[in-house]
């Protein structure tokens, strides 16, 4: 019974890490147009903008990174405690 669970648990584990590898990267490729620049011109107002928006954005995927990456480990935390019940159990 246990056993079978293991390999969906499994699969949706990797789908869950995958995703959020894919979120790092992005978030990586997001913040490298995040600048430390304070702007005081208001000629630059528009680069403010941009930079709220990309800062924005950073805090959104953040979030989901944090939300992704506890669930993997959530997942093979369960994944390791049925495999090791199952194995006791077995025996």
């Known amino acids: 019974m246990i056993g079978s669970l293991i390999r969906p648990l499994l699969i949706v584990w990797g789908v869950v890490t995958v995703a959020f590898a894919v979120v790092l990267?992005?978030?990586?490729?997001?913040?490298?147009?995040?600048?430390?620049?304070?702007?005081?011109?208001?000629?630059?107002?528009r680069q403010a903008q941009e930079q709220k928006l990309v800062i924005s954005r950073m805090e959104s995927l953040l979030a989901w990174a944090k939300?992704?990456?506890?669930?993997?480990?959530?997942?093979i935390l369960l994944i390791g405690g049925l495999s090791i019940y199952s194995s006791l159990m077995a025996s």
């Open 67 to 75: 939300g992704l990456g506890i669930a993997s480990l959530a997942l």
């Open 25 to 45: 990267a992005w978030k990586s490729v997001v913040g490298a147009r995040e600048t430390d620049v304070v702007i005081a011109d208001p000629v630059e107002d």
